[in-house]
């Protein structure tokens, strides 16, 4: 992802000297830009999921004292998190297929539209992979078979 981040950074960098600098752009830079931002941005949100580094509001640990009765709700909260990855899938499906059925390339550089459109569906699936493990942990941890709690 640092590499993909220096990468973006500097073709944006060459582009705004040959567009404003030199007053002559670079022809497709643009589109290089979107497929490796739409691959940084799907890995490292499924990074993020490995990492369970996602972004979360919780609130709850004020309230609960108990472990036992936190675990529990972290097992509610990754079963909710679980399941709209599982509709996420379902969703970018049909325009992954889509995109590879019609065929459509990008105007400048003709590159397949699917090489970028395609990380959003793998990138779901590896979320939701990594939430249902997630999932898993917390359920083990809540029926004692892991010694989390002690």
Not at 6 to 23: A, N
Not at 33 to 62: D, P, Q
């Amino acid at each position: 992802m640092l590499i993909s981040g220096c990468i973006i950074t500097v073709l944006v960098f060459i582009e705004v000297v040959l567009r404003y600098v030199l007053g002559s752009p670079l022809f497709g830079i643009e589109e290089l830009i979107v497929l490796i931002a739409m691959w940084m941005y799907f890995i490292g949100a499924s990074y993020g999921a490995y990492e369970r580094s996602h972004i979360k509001a919780e609130f709850i640990h004020t309230w609960v004292r108990s472990p036992k009765q936190y675990i529990l709700i972290r097992l509610i909260s990754s079963s909710i998190t679980f399941t709209l990855s599982l509709i996420m899938i379902k969703w970018t499906y049909p325009f992954f297929i889509w995109s590879i059925t019609k065929g459509g390339t990008s105007q400048a550089l003709l590159l397949p539209m699917y090489y970028s459109q395609s990380a959003v569906f793998v990138g779901a699936i590896l979320m939701s992979l990594y939430f249902f493990a997630e999932f898993i942990d917390y359920f083990l941890q809540v029926v004692d078979k892991k010694n989390y709690l002690k």
